[in-house]
């Protein structure tokens, strides 16, 4: 009598890395998209320091800009080499005389066009 040989066949084995595969895939996928995000995520973060800071500036010097806008570039960050920041600082009116809303943006310019990652506001009481 012969003893019946245990192990996967050959289809076993092939449905077997066929799933592997797949599973590879999709982790692989979901890894990019997370370098992709945090990329995203270091640029706004960066980007909402420098805006806050800024902002955070006037607000101590109580010295609000006059002009309705302005635009100003900075260097900031980055390990190896910084990074080239555009800076857009808005006066807007409120609808109320005494008091003017200030909005700053900060970004970085790609293909010679700003692109802002975060903004932050205040509403300033105007000569006080």
């Known amino acids: 009598m012969m003893k019946a040989e245990r192990g996967f066949t050959l289809i076993e084995v092939m449905i077997a890395l066929a799933i592997f595969a797949i599973a590879m895939s999709a982790l692989m996928s979901a890894m990019n998209n997370n370098t992709r ?3 995203s995520l270091q640029n706004r973060t960066l980007a ?3 805006a806050s800071n800024r902002l955070v500036g006037f607000q101590i010097t ?3 800009p006059k002009q309705k806008e302005e635009i100003e570039k900075i260097t900031y960050g980055g390990t190896d ?4 920041w555009v800076i857009r600082i808005q006066v807007k009116d409120t609808g109320n005389k005494d008091f003017k809303m200030l909005q700053i943006s900060a ?3 790609i293909n010679k066009q700003p692109q802002y990652y975060a903004t ?3 509403v300033y009481a105007v000569g006080k």
């Open 48 to 50: 909402h320091w420098i």
């Open 120 to 122: 932050v506001e205040t």
């Open 107 to 109: 970004g970085e310019e």
């Open 81 to 84: 080499k910084p990074r080239e």
């Open 37 to 39: 995000n945090l990329a």
């Open 62 to 64: 109580k010295s609000y």
